[in-house]
């Protein structure tokens, strides 16, 4: 007969080694950044966060998922002058892949640059923003937009680069840094000279 002390024993002894055994498996939740110049992204998942630095090219989430929890890789907050957006491997489920690795992709956020025209009565106005030409083709034009539009923060300065027979164009608001949203307001001004 066995005593009651024996089967006491072989109880713990199950429970200890199952317990050796550990709780799920976990995994930890990272990827790659491309482009990424400015600071000031959070990246988010469920409620977890993490703020990689300006020039960061990885992150890795401080808390790992379990075996079967879902995952969901956002972009919370985005970086000054910057429009980031996940682009592959940003939900799914712990243990249905060996690694998590989202890629985020980062790209400067860019305007468009234009205004109004008056005065213009004859085809040939070059305006030009450094090397981004424009030509307003038609006589009687009255608003323009650059072909090239220009990165937020980034400093535009707009020049008649070639007169129209006859006139002298000038123009007004046509520099500064570019802001948060599309420019309209530099004024083209046409008059015979």
């Given amino acids: 007969m066995k005593s009651p002390f024996a089967y006491a024993v072989a109880a713990l002894l199950i429970t200890t080694g199952l317990a050796a055994c550990g709780g799920k498996a976990t995994y930890p939740v990272s990827g790659t950044i491309l482009g990424l110049n400015n600071a000031g992204m959070i990246l988010s998942n469920n409620s977890d966060t993490v703020a990689?630095?300006?020039?960061?090219?990885?992150?890795?989430?401080?808390?790992?998922?379990?075996?079967?929890?879902?995952?969901?890789?956002?972009?919370?907050?985005?970086?000054?002058?910057m429009t980031c957006v996940v682009t592959s491997g940003g939900s799914g489920t712990g243990g249905q892949y060996l690694s998590i690795n989202a890629v985020v992709g980062c790209s400067q956020t860019t305007h468009a640059l234009g205004g109004t025209i008056t005065g213009l009565t004859v085809a040939?106005?070059?305006?030009?923003?450094?090397?981004?030409?424009?030509?307003?083709?038609?006589?009687?034009?009255?608003?323009?937009?650059?072909?090239?539009?220009?990165?937020?923060?980034?400093?535009?300065?707009?020049?008649?680069?070639?007169?129209?027979?006859?006139?002298?164009?000038?123009?007004?608001?046509?520099?500064?840094?570019?802001?948060?949203?599309?420019?309209a307001t530099v004024a083209v001004s046409c008059n015979p000279g």
Avoid: R, W
């Avoid at 990885?58 to 075996?67: A, D, K, L």
């Avoid at 450094?130 to 083709?137: A, E, Q, R, W």
């Avoid at 020049?159 to 948060?180: D, E, H, R």
């Fill in 124 to 183: 040939g106005l070059v305006l030009g923003n450094g090397s981004d030409n424009t030509n307003t083709p038609v006589a009687g034009a009255t608003t323009f937009t650059m072909p090239t539009p220009v990165a937020d923060g980034a400093f535009y300065g707009l020049t008649v680069q070639t007169q129209p027979p006859g006139l002298k164009c000038t123009i007004a608001n046509g520099s500064g840094t570019m802001g948060t949203a599309d420019i």
């Fill in 52 to 81: 990689p630095a300006a020039g960061a090219t990885s992150f890795t989430f401080p808390t790992q998922v379990s075996y079967g929890e879902n995952y969901n890789i956002a972009v919370q907050t985005q970086p000054a002058h």
